[in-house]
């Protein structure tokens, strides 16, 4: 099969426009000179050694020019540009053809002006090899596209020089590729001279020049590939400059050192444009392991003394439940005392903190276990976890296949693997030998292949053919044709990139069986593949590939058998099977976007408004421009629309939301593209109305009032509680609640996947799919289920050995012995809640213990108009603030009902003591009936009051409350109601 590209693709188009007419004006012009002296001609170069580019404009012109594609492209403008200076960024997102416009700007540049020398700078061999593969299959289409035009291109070879001298007197199009290492090192110190590369260094067979030199007499276009992994130092940077650019051009999804930007196709503007694939993230997460004695290493911090590290560790909290949290510690400190007394961490005192880069860890006084970054202890089985990656990463491989085989889209997957040796290594004779993912691989793919429903698979290639053919192995070799770890950087690595390479149409052909690819370090940049649909990460660490990078191999849109690209997110999906939460992976990636791509979530720029274009209301034609948008963005700050950074805030949501911005009077008419472009930035985040938040004052002619203060008296007595229960009964009825309630799941891997979506207003998931695995754990010592009961309980360990040993549950302890500890707690201390509350009796502490009226006057209440704030007149405030639809409701009916003649909601501060912890009731009401009675209540309001619709923690407290009351007094009553209709016809 041979790829097809579409040369009608606007955003490409645009890109290549964007550099082409930085140079309008300049006429064509070939310039013509020889390798032997001849007679300067009018207008050529003053040299005789070749042919090159010549630049007619100067930097005002070129200036005008640039300024006029920035506001073209909604870009901030430049505002000098000196003639030393003509550096330009195109910023475009990975999978968008940023290579194919590059070559293709070159045949603009020479269709327009006549420029034809251009050499392409690039960071790794692997985006060397890449570029030569582009400039191979796009021959064809670029001489149909340009009338056969002739140029030529080649890898620069210190071997081939002969190819330098052709790039310089030829007057056709020359590409040269070259690796930034093969001409950094340049020295003027003759003794130093042999350490130069060679195209520095003088030649006999070039008269005594330097291959340089020949270069830079051609003026050349320099495109930079990558820039932020080309020029990023000094010497880079020099050896940049020593080609004699006529100007540089840089190509790349995150520019590290910004120049005249003129084109820009973020993150956000592909996945909106469905340029890319949309991605989904699945992850892997153990569930209910908190049995050992779990730790990883999160950071090290030796900016202050003492030298800190913060570790992740399974913490119990003061209800004994069992979390993982972040917490820091210093040499010294007990981990069993920062786990809440845990005794699984027993001994685990810290001992030494190194922060040397690169052997960053944390050891202990008493234990062998060494922490060191990302690599957590005590965790499932990593093995496990990764033979699941890869049963579930062939699972959605099928599960697409299922859907595109029958479209002619060949289906691939991508391993990134920690170790070769995983995958591939050599026996004592040298004879390779399956590894241990090879292995696994084969096993579940054996397994998925023969279900029933992946039988109708496309002419039933996948079950005819033999697992060993469907996957293989990417890697470097050494002389004896060994695969071997690498950094992705090395001369041996060419094995492998030559490989994939020259495979690449291959690969998206069926006649190819395979498509698993596993990979170690040589697939991370400069390679992808249209058709990668699976990226599956089996390294140790989370941080060891970024997630752009990791993102980046799978990208691009898909092809089918004709090599024709195929649109729609429907096809298009990425799965990323992340070592992590799909919450971490986007928390990360949105990260990743903010500091690579510069990409401001939620943020109005100066510039934002400035490619607008004008209404005829205006008078005027093109753009509003960057004045005029400057004055927008400054009225948006004055109206509190964002900040003074340009973030978004609350009152543009609600003006948005409201269709209703405002805007100075001269920019009215362009008012729905500034509000269509405000509404893409706020995004699809949520919108909280804090307009309309108000302090809420006191309402001091209720709060004077001689009825207020008699409610008050009645009301505003402490008490202390005593309680009684029966042991025996609550063993009876503890036992026979363990045997129905408990419920103990074995530790479980649980598979979730999400899928994101990238916009200005961040990166958002949203879950797809939930399943789980159990997990074998590793035997482990039981903990001391006594002592966690007496302390969860406050019991005698003779009643807890008795509830346990007579619940007949104990055989459920070493399923999961944490989870069966906190659920035992749980249960055991709901009976004794409402036993306790059964027996409790409640006793007035004096008339002196009480909640004194003026405590009013300290409150300090906010609420929200149109949200949870009810205007008052019968209240002690001028507004109720209720906290649910109920409370507003009763509130409505309290200050519309005229036997109702003042209330107060219970503030915070009042509380009556329970076992259960402090219970605030709602409301405290005086209630006239006949036109003389006084009545005096204390109201708790619910949705429901019926005890079988209460929670048990609900109505134990009701119950509280109410012999709360009866021991203060007796001329107050203590009521739940769920409608006030019928609370008032009882009174």
Same mark, same amino acid.
């Given at each position: 099969?041979?790829?097809?590209?579409?040369?009608?693709?606007?955003?490409?188009?645009?890109?290549?426009?964007?550099?082409?007419?930085?140079?309008?004006?300049?006429?064509?012009?070939?310039?013509?000179?020889?390798?032997?002296?001849?007679?300067?001609?009018?207008?050529?170069?003053?040299?005789?050694?070749?042919?090159?580019?010549?630049?007619?404009?100067?930097?005002?012109?070129?200036?005008?020019?640039?300024?006029?594609?920035?506001?073209?492209?909604?870009?901030?403008?430049?505002?000098?540009?000196?003639?030393?200076?003509?550096?330009?960024?195109?910023?475009?997102?990975?999978?968008?053809?940023?290579?194919?416009?590059?070559?293709?700007?070159?045949?603009?540049?020479?269709?327009?002006?006549?420029?034809?020398?251009?050499?392409?700078?690039?960071?790794?061999?692997?985006?060397?090899?890449?570029?030569?593969?582009?400039?191979?299959?796009?021959?064809?289409?670029?001489?149909?596209?340009?009338?056969?035009? /002739? *140029?030529?291109?080649?890898?620069? =070879? %210190?071997?081939? +020089? !002969?190819? &330098?001298?052709?790039?310089? @007197?030829?007057?056709?199009?020359?590409?040269?590729?070259?690796?930034?290492?093969?001409?950094?090192?340049?020295?003027?110190?003759?003794?130093?001279?042999?350490?130069?590369?060679?195209?520095?260094?003088?030649?006999?067979?070039?008269?005594?020049?330097?291959?340089?030199?020949?270069?830079?007499?051609?003026?050349?276009?320099?495109?930079?590939?990558?820039?932020?992994?080309?020029?990023?130092?000094?010497?880079?940077?020099?050896?940049?400059?020593?080609?004699?650019?006529?100007?540089?051009?840089?190509?790349?999804?995150?520019?590290?050192?910004?120049?005249?930007? /003129? *084109?820009?196709?973020?993150?956000? =503007? %592909?996945?909106? +444009? !469905?340029? &890319?694939?949309?991605?989904? @993230?699945?992850?892997?997460?153990?569930?209910?392991?908190?049995?050992?004695?779990?730790?990883?290493?999160?950071?090290?911090?030796?900016?202050?003394?003492?030298?800190?590290?913060?570790?992740?560790?399974?913490?119990?909290?003061?209800?004994?439940?069992?979390?993982?949290?972040?917490?820091?510690?210093?040499?010294?400190?007990?981990?069993?005392?920062?786990?809440?007394?845990?005794?699984?961490?027993?001994?685990?005192?810290?001992?030494?903190?190194?922060?040397?880069?690169?052997?960053?860890?944390?050891?202990?006084?008493?234990?062998?276990?060494?922490?060191?970054?990302?690599?957590?202890?005590?965790?499932? =089985?990593?093995?496990? +976890?990764?033979?699941?990656?890869?049963?579930?990463?062939?699972?959605?491989?099928?599960?697409?296949?299922?859907?595109?085989?029958?479209?002619?889209?060949?289906?691939?997957?991508?391993?990134?693997?920690?170790?070769?040796?995983?995958?591939?290594?050599?026996?004592?004779?040298?004879?390779?030998?399956?590894?241990?993912?090879?292995?696994?691989?084969?096993?579940?793919?054996?397994?998925?292949?023969?279900?029933?429903?992946?039988?109708?698979?496309?002419?039933?290639?996948?079950?005819?053919?033999?697992?060993?053919?469907?996957?293989?192995?990417?890697?470097?070799?050494?002389?004896?044709?060994?695969?071997?770890?690498?950094?992705?950087?090395?001369?041996? =690595?060419?094995?492998?990139?030559?490989?994939?390479?020259?495979?690449?149409?291959?690969?998206?052909?069926?006649?190819?069986?395979?498509?698993?690819?596993?990979?170690?370090?040589?697939?991370?940049?400069?390679?992808?593949?249209?058709?990668?649909?699976?990226?599956?990460?089996?390294?140790?660490?989370?941080?060891?590939?970024?997630?752009?990078?990791?993102?980046?191999?799978?990208?691009?849109?898909?092809?089918?058998?004709?090599?024709?690209?195929?649109?729609?997110?429907?096809?298009?999906?990425?799965?990323?099977?992340?070592?992590?939460?799909?919450?971490?992976?986007?928390?990360?990636?949105?990260?990743?976007?903010?500091?690579?791509?510069?990409?401001?979530?939620?943020?109005?720029?100066?510039?934002?408004?400035?490619?607008?274009?004008?209404?005829?209301?205006?008078?005027?034609?093109?753009?509003?421009?960057?004045?005029?948008?400057?004055?927008?963005?400054?009225?948006?700050?004055?109206?509190?629309?964002?900040?003074?950074?340009?973030?978004?805030?609350?009152?543009?949501?609600?003006?948005?939301?409201?269709?209703?911005?405002?805007?100075?009077?001269?920019?009215?008419?362009?008012?729905?593209?500034?509000?269509?472009?405000?509404?893409?930035?706020?995004?699809?985040?949520?919108?909280?109305?804090?307009?309309?938040?108000?302090?809420?004052?006191?309402?001091?002619?209720?709060?004077?009032?001689?009825?207020?203060?008699?409610?008050?008296?009645?009301?505003?007595?402490?008490?202390?509680?005593?309680?009684?229960?029966?042991?025996?009964?609550?063993?009876?009825?503890?036992?026979?609640?363990?045997?129905?309630?408990?419920?103990?799941?074995?530790?479980?891997?649980?598979?979730?996947?999400?899928?994101?979506?990238?916009?200005?207003?961040?990166?958002?998931?949203?879950?797809?799919?939930?399943?789980?695995?159990?997990?074998?754990?590793?035997?482990?010592?039981?903990?001391?289920?006594?002592?966690?009961?007496?302390?969860?309980?406050?019991?005698?360990?003779?009643?807890?050995?008795?509830?346990?040993?007579?619940?007949?549950?104990?055989?459920?302890?070493?399923?999961?012995?944490?989870?069966?500890?906190?659920?035992?707690?749980?249960?055991?201390?709901?009976?004794?809640?409402?036993?306790?509350?059964?027996?409790?009796?409640?006793?007035?502490?004096?008339?002196?213990?009480?909640?004194?009226?003026?405590?009013?006057?300290?409150?300090?209440?906010?609420?929200?108009?149109?949200?949870?704030?009810?205007?008052?007149?019968?209240?002690?405030?001028?507004?109720?603030?209720?906290?649910?639809?109920?409370?507003?409701?009763?509130?409505?009916?309290?200050?519309?009902?005229?036997?109702?003649?003042?209330?107060?909601?219970?503030?915070?501060?009042?509380?009556?003591?329970?076992?259960?912890?402090?219970?605030?009731?709602?409301?405290?009401?005086?209630?006239?009936?006949?036109?003389?009675?006084?009545?005096?209540?204390?109201?708790?309001?619910?949705?429901?009051?019926?005890?079988?619709?209460?929670?048990?923690?609900?109505?134990?407290?009701?119950?509280?409350?109410?012999?709360?009351?009866?021991?203060?007094?007796?001329?107050?009553?203590?009521?739940?109601?769920?409608?006030?209709?019928?609370?008032?016809?009882?009174?």
């Amino acid at each position: 099969m041979k790829l097809q590209f579409d040369s009608k693709l606007d955003f490409q188009k645009q890109a290549v426009a964007s550099v082409v007419d930085l140079f309008r004006g300049q006429t064509p012009n070939h310039t013509v000179f020889t390798v032997t002296t001849q007679t300067q001609q009018v207008g050529l170069l003053d040299t005789q050694n070749g042919v090159g580019n010549r630049l007619e404009l100067d930097e005002e012109e070129i200036l005008k020019n640039l300024q006029e594609v920035q506001l073209r492209n909604g870009l901030p403008q430049s505002l000098r540009l000196p003639a030393i200076d003509y550096n330009f960024d195109v910023e475009m997102e990975t999978g968008t053809g940023k290579t194919y416009v590059y070559l293709r700007t070159m045949m603009e540049l020479n269709k327009n002006y006549g420029f034809s020398k251009f050499i392409i700078v690039v960071p790794s061999l692997a985006i060397k090899e890449g570029v030569y593969k582009s400039l191979q299959i796009t021959y064809d289409h670029f001489r149909e596209l340009y009338d056969n035009v /002739v *140029y030529n291109y080649y890898i620069y =070879d %210190s071997s081939k +020089l !002969e190819q &330098v001298r052709s790039f310089a @007197v030829s007057d056709n199009i020359e590409i040269m590729v070259i690796n930034i290492d093969a001409f950094r090192k340049s020295f003027s110190d003759p003794d130093k001279v042999n350490k130069a590369n060679i195209i520095h260094r003088e030649n006999d067979r070039m008269n005594g020049m330097r291959p340089i030199e020949l270069i830079q007499e051609t003026n050349p276009f320099v495109i930079i590939d990558e820039p932020q992994s080309v020029d990023t130092t000094p010497k880079a940077k020099e050896a940049i400059k020593s080609l004699n650019p006529l100007c540089t051009l840089r190509y790349s999804a995150t520019h590290v050192d910004k120049h005249h930007l /003129v *084109y820009k196709l973020d993150a956000i =503007d %592909s996945f909106e +444009l !469905e340029l &890319v694939k949309q991605i989904e @993230v699945a992850g892997l997460e153990a569930r209910e392991q908190h049995n050992q004695a779990y730790l990883k290493l999160v950071s090290v911090d030796n900016k202050k003394s003492p030298i800190k590290a913060k570790i992740e560790m399974d913490v119990q909290d003061n209800k004994g439940a069992v979390k993982r949290k972040v917490v820091t510690v210093g040499a010294g400190d007990d981990l069993q005392e920062k786990a809440g007394g845990r005794e699984i961490y027993e001994n685990y005192v810290v001992n030494e903190i190194n922060c040397e880069p690169g052997n960053e860890f944390l050891d202990f006084t008493s234990q062998e276990t060494v922490l060191r970054l990302d690599k957590p202890v005590g965790h499932v =089985d990593a093995l496990f +976890l990764k033979e699941q990656q890869i049963r579930k990463t062939i699972e959605e491989h099928l599960d697409k296949e299922l859907l595109l085989n029958k479209q002619g889209i060949k289906v691939l997957s991508l391993f990134f693997i920690d170790k070769v040796a995983n995958y591939r290594y050599y026996d004592e004779q040298g004879n390779p030998q399956k590894g241990i993912y090879a292995q696994l691989f084969e096993k579940h793919y054996k397994e998925l292949i023969l279900q029933p429903k992946y039988a109708t698979l496309v002419e039933k290639i996948d079950v005819e053919t033999p697992a060993e053919e469907v996957h293989d192995g990417y890697f470097s070799a050494d002389k004896k044709g060994r695969v071997k770890d690498t950094t992705g950087k090395t001369q041996d =690595d060419e094995t492998a990139y030559n490989l994939i390479m020259k495979k690449k149409e291959a690969l998206l052909s069926f006649h190819t069986k395979l498509r698993f690819i596993f990979s170690h370090s040589t697939l991370r940049e400069g390679w992808d593949n249209p058709n990668v649909f699976q990226i599956c990460t089996l390294n140790d660490t989370k941080s060891e590939v970024k997630k752009r990078q990791e993102i980046g191999r799978g990208l691009r849109l898909c092809v089918d058998q004709q090599g024709q690209r195929k649109h729609g997110f429907s096809i298009n999906t990425l799965t990323v099977m992340a070592n992590e939460s799909y919450e971490q992976f986007a928390e990360a990636l949105q990260k990743e976007y903010e500091a690579e791509e510069g990409i401001r979530f939620g943020v109005i720029e100066k510039h934002t408004f400035a490619n607008i274009t004008m209404d005829k209301a205006l008078k005027a034609k093109g753009y509003i421009g960057q004045e005029a948008s400057e004055e927008i963005v400054k009225y948006f700050q004055a109206q509190g629309y964002i900040d003074s950074n340009g973030k978004v805030q609350d009152a543009l949501k609600k003006a948005i939301k409201e269709k209703d911005i405002s805007l100075p009077e001269a920019y009215v008419p362009v008012k729905e593209a500034v509000m269509a472009l405000s509404k893409k930035i706020c995004g699809s985040l949520n919108i909280k109305n804090n307009s309309d938040k108000r302090k809420v004052e006191l309402n001091k002619q209720v709060f004077l009032d001689p009825e207020f203060k008699t409610l008050w008296d009645k009301v505003k007595y402490k008490t202390t509680y005593s309680v009684d229960f029966d042991t025996d009964e609550l063993i009876e009825e503890g036992c026979r609640a363990m045997q129905k309630e408990l419920s103990i799941t074995s530790p479980k891997l649980v598979y979730t996947k999400a899928r994101l979506e990238i916009n200005v207003g961040g990166v958002q998931d949203y879950e797809v799919d939930r399943s789980s695995v159990s997990v074998k754990e590793i035997d482990t010592a039981l903990p001391d289920i006594i002592a966690y009961l007496q302390n969860a309980t406050n019991l005698t360990r003779k009643t807890i050995v008795k509830l346990l040993v007579d619940s007949k549950t104990l055989h459920l302890f070493k399923k999961n012995p944490q989870q069966y500890m906190e659920q035992a707690a749980q249960i055991i201390t709901a009976k004794m809640r409402s036993m306790i509350v059964d027996g409790i009796k409640y006793t007035k502490i004096g008339e002196d213990a009480y909640y004194a009226q003026e405590l009013f006057e300290e409150e300090e209440l906010t609420g929200y108009l149109k949200k949870n704030m009810l205007a008052s007149q019968k209240s002690v405030f001028q507004y109720v603030v209720y906290d649910s639809d109920v409370e507003e409701s009763f509130a409505t009916s309290f200050e519309n009902n005229n036997r109702v003649k003042l209330y107060a909601k219970l503030p915070n501060w009042f509380k009556i003591p329970t076992p259960l912890g402090s219970y605030n009731p709602d409301w405290a009401l005086l209630i006239e009936k006949d036109g003389t009675d006084k009545l005096y209540f204390v109201v708790e309001t619910k949705g429901s009051i019926l005890e079988e619709k209460l929670r048990p923690m609900e109505r134990s407290k009701i119950e509280c409350g109410r012999k709360h009351f009866e021991a203060i007094n007796h001329d107050v009553a203590f009521t739940a109601a769920d409608n006030f209709e019928a609370f008032i016809e009882d009174v």
